[in-house]
Structures are given as C-alpha cells and as structure tokens.
C-alpha cells in the first residue's frame, strides 16, 4: 500500500513515518483492517487490532455502540442540521440541561472539537472582564500544558516542537510548574510548595484567568498531580477572583474514574471545556460549560458586550443525539468507569518488577509509565519502535516519545485488557535489548 495521493495525515512525517494502516470496520474495542494492509509479521489470520487509546481518547464505550449509532440514526431522519443563531431544538436544549446538572455551571456554548471549547472558554473569560471595564489581562497555565492546535489554544498551551513554528504569533502567558507525580514519590509535596508560591506570585499581577487540565495532563505524557494541589490552586484564585477554566476534553465523562476530573479533584471551575467523549466519540462536538454569573456578564442592551462567536455546526443536532445516548450509558452504568482503575492495577503491579519501567502512574481508565531508554522526549524513537511490536501483537497503542500509556474503551475485556498488558511487556523486551 502506497501513501494515497490526495490525503495529508495529522502529526504525521510521510519521510519518518511508516504508512497509516486501512480500516475496513470496528467494533467494540476491535478495529477490523482492510484486507490490503500489509501486517508484518503478524499472524496472517489476524487483522484485528485492540484500540487501546481509544482513537486519540475519543472512543468511550467502544466503537459502534450500537445505541448511539441508533440515536444518531433516528436523529438523521428528524433534523440533521439547524442554524443555531435563530432556532433551538430539544436535542440542544436536553444536553445543555442534562450537563448542567452534572457539572455545576448552567450554560452550554457549542462548539466543534476540543480547541475550539478551549478557545470559546479563553474568549468568554476575556470578554467577560471586559465587558465590565476590568484591566485584568494576565492568563495563567501550566508548564507541559496541551490545549490544543488553534491559535489561542497553543498560545496558552506549553510551547513545544508542535508550537514552535508559530512562536511568534502567540500571545504570553505566565507559565508555572505543574508538580506531577506518581507511584511511590517522595517528593511531590515539596514540588507542589514551589509551584503554589509561583502562583503566589503571579498573583500578584491582576489575573482574568487560570487554565488547567484537571488531574492528568494528556499530550505532554500522562503526568498526574494530587487533587491536594489543584485544591490549594483554585482556592487561590478564589480568593483573588480570577476564573478557572478546566480542561476537561480528555479528562472528561469518566476518564478519571468520575464524571468529570473536577469532580475527583473536588474544585468547581467557572468554565470547562468538554469534547472527545462528548458524543460517546462517535462525532465531532465540543462544549463549553460556564457559569450563569458568566453568562449575565453578556446580557447588556449594549451591542458590543455580545459574545460574537459562531460555528457553522454549533449544536447540531446528530452530535446532541449521540451525546445524550452516551449520558444515558454513563448514568446506567457508573461502575464501567469508576471501577476501571482496579483492572489496570494488577496488571501494573506486575509491571513495576521491570527495570526499564519508571515513574508508574494511574487514575481510572488511563495507565502510563515512562521507558528508561533515552530521552524524555516526543521525538524519542523508542516510542514509535514499542508501537511497531505492539501492532506485531494485535495492540494499537501511541506512546508520547518514551511515555507508554494506555487508554482503552470502557467495554474493554479483561482478557483483551490482559493481551494489551501482554504485548507491552513482550516489546518492552524487545526495545530494550
Ligand atoms: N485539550 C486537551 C486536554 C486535549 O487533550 C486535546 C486533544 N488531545 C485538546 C484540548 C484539543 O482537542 P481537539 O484535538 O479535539 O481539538
């Protein structure tokens, strides 16, 4: 199979990177490869691969759920699509009131993905202060931060090999440690001292706002920190009155073995960003929670204190459809989330005997390690190497440089859980010898 001729792939190097592998159909946690994809040294019989990060994080319950598939269909033949600027619709409405209830804060802003919530949280708490004559112009975000690849969301992102061609475009932001941690860390509570007297000091200087991933920060490699930490933060900015925003994209509807992050941290934001699991993965959807003292700080008979943003797609209702039937899976059945972490556990016990595993970590249905093997970078190639063996064993993981993480579908077996855990072992041998 040949790189095709009209398609341009993300994060991808068509001079480094081995060509992508075709996807015929999937299920549950299987995707099912066309026949002409070559798998080297696979067994021939074998074409189907355990997504075990659930396609870039998306893939809630498992691929092909059929009861969101149902809902979308149904929906289809309803109302496939409405401006949202002049019209609402029950869809919309059910999901605005259904989150609402589950994260505190009673407004909804649709957008299309996980940068642009980011982006409409960024816009919403500078407008907001604006709108009340506030000189208030300090953003706050963590080093390692990931918020994603628009504009705005990269400029409160750390910056990066992903960010550094566009440098000088980004707007500043004061940037603080972010004290992760993870299995048996002597020293995270003295990390966690350093970076809240950073926050101390930034502080000092008038703040709109502070941005978080809650708990796990994802792209820049799985890196946890304590719910203590994010407590003592946001009780700063309380007192302060600068907003939070949490980036729930990835952490969010269970990820973390609640709801949402935020929850688990015990902190409530002024704004979460929501995508990915949204729709159950299934389409394309981000969301924007605020709160309603946000919300009034828009309503003025002055014009230019409107919120001038719009997405051609904003609320559609196939991608509010699927969103509610995935709501209705999570509430049936909290346990596939919140019992998630004691199935990674015993695999992970067995893990941390190895010598090339460090910094072992895990919080619901995401588990990572660091491999001892060179840099602690994303260009480190051992990632790509584990990821080469891991496909030879029927597993499709993505490790983030030397970052080996897995992040599976909720429906996952233990048994496929077990072949996961299988084949990185085998190729942590393989890598490291
Ligand atoms: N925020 C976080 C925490 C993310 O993990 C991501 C995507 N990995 C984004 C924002 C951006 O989401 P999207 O790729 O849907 O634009």
């Not at 628009?150 to 940037?175: E, H, I, K, Q």
Request: negative net charge; glycine residues 8%.
């Amino acid at each position: 199979m040949a790189w095709h001729p009209h398609l341009w792939h993300p994060t991808t190097q068509v001079a480094l990177h081995p060509e992508p592998l075709r996807v015929r159909c999937a299920k549950g946690c299987l995707l099912t490869l066309d026949d002409s994809t070559p798998l080297e040294g696979s067994p021939s019989s074998s074409r189907e691969l355990i997504d075990a990060i659930s396609s870039w994080w998306v893939t809630l319950h498992g691929h092909g759920e059929p009861t969101i598939a149902a809902a979308i269909a149904d929906q289809a033949t309803q109302l496939e699509q409405v401006i949202f600027a002049n019209f609402s619709h029950a869809p919309a409405e059910q999901l605005a009131s259904r989150l609402a209830a589950h994260t505190g804060l009673d407004r909804l802003f649709f957008s299309d993905n996980g940068s642009t919530a980011v982006e409409v949280a960024l816009k919403i708490a500078w407008q907001w202060w604006r709108n009340q004559g506030s000189e208030r112009r300090q953003l706050i975000a963590f080093e390692g931060a990931y918020h994603g690849d628009t504009f705005g969301a990269m400029a409160l992102g750390d910056r990066s090999v992903f960010t550094d061609p566009y440098d000088s475009l980004l707007f500043d932001v004061c940037r603080i440690p972010w004290p992760h941690t993870h299995w048996g860390d002597a020293t995270v509570e003295g990390r966690e001292q350093v970076a809240l007297a950073a926050l101390d000091q930034a502080l000092t200087t008038p703040t709109a706002a502070l941005i978080v991933e809650p708990l796990i920060q994802g792209a820049s490699g799985m890196r946890l920190v304590r719910p203590e930490f994010l407590r003592a933060v946001a009780a700063r900015l309380r007192d302060c009155g600068a907003l939070l925003i949490a980036d729930e994209v990835m952490t969010g509807f269970g990820r973390t073995g609640a709801l949402f992050a935020s929850q688990l941290a015990g902190i409530q934001p002024d704004l979460i960003a929501l995508s990915k699991g949204l729709t159950g993965g299934f389409l394309p959807m981000g969301g924007t929670m605020a709160s309603e003292r946000l919300y009034q700080g828009f309503i003025s008979t002055e014009p230019t204190h409107t919120f001038f943003h719009g997405h051609s797609f904003t609320a559609n209702p196939l991608g509010c459809a699927a969103a509610l039937a995935s709501l209705d899976l999570l509430e049936a059945n909290p346990e596939a989330f919140s019992g998630f972490e004691a199935r990674h556990r015993k695999h992970l016990e067995h893990l941390q005997e190895r010598k090339a595993v460090q910094r072992l970590r895990c919080l619901g249905t995401m588990a990572a390690f660091d491999l001892a093997v060179g840099d602690t970078d994303y260009l480190n190639p051992v990632g790509r190497q584990l990821q080469r063996h891991c496909l030879e064993r029927g597993v499709y993981l993505r490790p983030l440089g030397n970052v080996v993480y897995l992040l599976p579908p909720l429906c996952i077996s233990d048994a496929q859980l077990a072949c996961c855990y299988g084949a990185i072992d085998a190729a942590i041998d393989a890598v490291t010898n």
